[in-house]
């Protein structure tokens, strides 16, 4: 009896810290796209980890990247969170973003916790739900 009460205990706790952390990392991700919304680049890019700040150097070309390769995510309609999960010891958040013409995407968010917090370390691009396109 012991024995199932510990592990019931543990298996709460383990579920409250992994829902916890889905809730850090939808946070994140939804600051970084009010950010794009507002046109704050400048804030949009704290959240992007130290090697997508290398790559793209400045918050502008951050900003000009992402206009033109993600324009769902710098203008959405909508976003919702789907699942979180582990793939090859890494985080991956999938979200969905209908655009402003009514179109839904799928992307994937790597994420990376580093000591100030989570952070994106990549966006993929997995399709469009719409048949139509």
Do not use: C
């Not at 952390?21 to 992007?48: G, V, W």
């Not at 997995?126 to 048949?131: A, E, F, R, T």
Request: aromatic share 10%; glycine share 6%.
């Amino acid at each position: 009896m012991n024995r199932l009460l510990l592990a019931l205990s543990l298996s709460v706790g383990l579920a409250s810290d992994a829902f916890a952390q889905s809730a850090e990392i939808e946070a994140n991700i939804s600051a970084q796209i009010q950010a794009f919304k507002a046109d704050d680049f400048d804030t949009a890019f704290t959240f992007a980890s130290p090697n997508i700040q290398r790559l793209f150097q400045t918050p502008e070309n951050f900003g000009v990247m992402v206009k033109r390769g993600y324009p769902m995510v710098w203008r959405p309609a909508d976003i919702r969170f789907l699942e979180l999960r582990e793939v090859a010891g890494a985080l991956w958040q999938k979200v969905m973003i209908t655009d402003g013409a009514g179109r839904v995407h799928i992307l994937d968010y790597q994420m990376v916790a580093l000591e100030n917090g989570w952070k994106i370390n990549g966006v993929q691009l997995l399709g469009n739900s719409d048949p139509a396109t």
